[in-house]
């Protein structure tokens, strides 16, 4: 059985990661501290590279927009729940898209480097070791 306490606090890490990794992907983001926040939700103000603002909740359902600007929440706004805070910028922020994938490849290409440093490194051993027999 799950502790609330424990659920409370599982989900308050996961948005407290969610607003850390998605900081360079955004305009802003926080833990919204003028609405309420507890066992069964958390809610984030959210703006998106196209300057669009958005209150997003987080519940054990996943993501979803409940209103369109910081600190609301619109009962008449009915949005699809999204399981990742991913997916949810990929459907409201082509930036966001974009900014991902230069991130992607960022990485890729840094990883690539440090590939092509170690086998630069490994081919000098190599090298080495041939002279010496």
């Known amino acids: 059985m799950v502790d609330v306490d424990e659920e409370n606090f599982t989900l308050r890490i996961e948005a407290q990661e969610v607003v850390k990794e998605v900081a360079y992907a955004v305009d802003y983001v926080e833990i919204a501290k003028e609405l309420p926040n507890g066992d069964k939700v958390i809610h984030l103000n959210l703006r998106t590279q196209e300057e669009q603002e ?20 619109d009962e008449k706004v009915t949005s699809q729940y ?31 480097m440090s590939r092509g440093d170690s086998d630069e490194e490994n081919s000098t051993e190599n090298s080495e070791k041939s002279k010496d027999s």
Do not use: C, M
Request: aromatic letters at 14%.
């Open 54 to 73: 958005f209150s997003v909740e987080l519940t054990d359902q996943g993501f979803r927009v409940v209103g369109n600007k910081f600190n609301t929440v």
């Open 82 to 112: 999204f399981e990742t805070i991913y997916a949810l910028l990929d459907h409201h922020s082509p930036k966001y898209r974009k900014s991902f994938g230069d991130a992607l490849l960022r990485k890729l290409e840094n990883l690539q």
